[in-house]
């Protein structure tokens, strides 16, 4: 079970497809993630301009590191979304695609559009924090 509490607000609006905040006890041991990037495990980048494909890789690679550090994504406090792109269609499309992976789980969440992402053709990352017993 997550020790993760979502929180939220009816004072808030519920367009967003999210809590407004989130809390863990004390007692959690907190895990910062890097950002997960759209690479293949041989360091390319995949699905090259496509920005539902990235984030899908990117969401595939933080199930892993996740994982890796004991803890799946019903144990992530709070994310942010990064996507190189001066389009809002573009944030829109990889946010729905972080949204569905995480379903009822619904934590809060930023969304940027930035100039550029660290990698050749890469168009999407995501930051975690996660918080286990």
């Not at 690679?61 to 996740?66: D, G, S, T, Y």
């Not at 992530?76 to 269609?89: F, G, H, I, P, Y």
Request: charge should be negative; hydrophobic fraction near 50%; charged fraction near 15%.
């Amino acid at each position: 079970m997550s020790v993760v509490t979502l929180v939220r607000s009816a004072e808030l609006s519920d367009a967003a497809e999210y809590a407004y905040a989130s809390s863990v006890p004390a007692s959690a041991r907190l895990l910062f993630l890097a950002g997960s990037c759209p690479l293949n495990l041989d360091g390319s980048t995949a699905a090259v301009g496509n920005v539902a494909g990235q984030a899908e890789k990117c969401v595939e690679n933080l199930v892993i590191a996740l994982e890796a550090a004991g803890a799946t994504l019903a144990d992530v406090a709070s994310t942010r979304v990064l996507v190189a792109s001066t389009k809002q269609s573009d944030l829109v499309t990889a946010w729905e695609v972080v949204r569905t992976a995480f379903g009822d789980h619904d934590v809060p969440s930023t969304l940027l559009g930035v100039t550029v992402l660290g990698y050749d053709d890469q168009l999407v990352e995501i930051e975690a924090t996660a918080a286990v017993a």
